[in-house]
C-alpha cells in the first residue's frame, strides 16, 4: 500500500527525502499540540507519517551510515531512541487523542522526537550527505521504496520477531544489491 503523504518528490536525494520528512513530522507535532478539533486527523497522519519513516531509517539510512563510515555506537544510540519513540507513540495510540492524558504524554512525545531529529541531522545526516551525489539519489530512491512498505502504525515488537523479517524482506534484498552495487562501483576507483 502506498501512504497518501508519500507524493511525487521532487528529488530523490536522500537527506533531502529525510529532511523533508523531519520537516513534516515537526509541522505535524506543532499542529497537534497546539489543539482544536482535528487532533485525532492529524494524530492519525503523524503516527502513519512517523511509522513509515522510522522503518524507512531502519532499512535504508542507518544501513548506509554505518557503511559511510559513522561509528556503530552512535547509530545504534539513535536506534535505541527509535524504538523507545515508537514505544511511546504505540502507547499514545492505545489511549486514543480523546483522553484526558493523551496531551501530557504528547507533550513528552513531541519533545524527545524533536530531540531524536535533532540528533540525526547533527550526527547521522551530516555525513550522508558527503556522500556522492549518485549513491544520495540511488539511496533516496530505495528510501521511499521502504516507506511505501512500510507499516501504518508503530510496531516496536515487530522489529524483534519473526514477523520482522516477512515484512523488510523485499527492502533487505533491495538493500543487499544496492551495497554490492557499491562496492562494485568504489572497486573500479583508481
Ligand atoms: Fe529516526
Ligand atoms: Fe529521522
Do not use: K
Request: charged share 30%.
Amino acid at each position: 500500500m502506498r501512504h497518501e503523504f508519500i507524493g511525487q518528490e521532487p528529488t530523490a536525494d536522500l537527506v533531502a527525502v529525510l529532511l523533508d520528512r523531519h520537516r513534516r513530522i515537526h509541522d505535524l507535532l506543532d499542529r497537534i499540540q497546539s489543539g482544536g478539533r482535528a487532533i485525532p486527523r492529524r494524530f492519525d497522519d503523524l503516527v502513519r507519517l512517523f511509522a513509515a519513516h522510522e522503518y524507512a531509517e531502519h532499512r535504508v539510512a542507518h544501513p548506509a551510515a554505518r557503511s559511510a563510515g559513522i561509528p556503530g555506537h552512535v547509530v545504534d544510540h539513535l536506534m535505541a531512541e527509535e524504538n523507545d519513540l515508537e514505544r511511546a507513540l504505540a502507547a499514545l495510540c492505545a489511549l486514543g487523542a480523546d483522553d484526558p492524558r493523551f496531551h501530557l504524554d504528547f507533550g513528552e512525545f513531541a519533545a524527545a522526537a524533536g530531540l531524536h531529529c535533532a540528533r540525526e541531522e547533527q550526527e547521522e545526516f551530516v555525513w550522508l550527505g558527503s556522500l556522492p551525489a549518485a549513491d544520495r539519489r540511488e539511496l533516496g530512491r530505495s528510501l521511499l521504496t521502504a516507506e511505501s512498505l512500510a507499516p501504518t502504525r508503530p510496531h516496536p515488537l515487530a522489529r524483534r520477531s519473526g514477523l520482522a523479517r516477512w515484512t523488510v524482506a523485499p527492502v533487505a534484498a533491495l538493500w543487499d544489491r544496492l551495497v554490492d552495487t557499491m562496492r562494485r562501483d568504489r572497486s573500479r576507483l583508481p
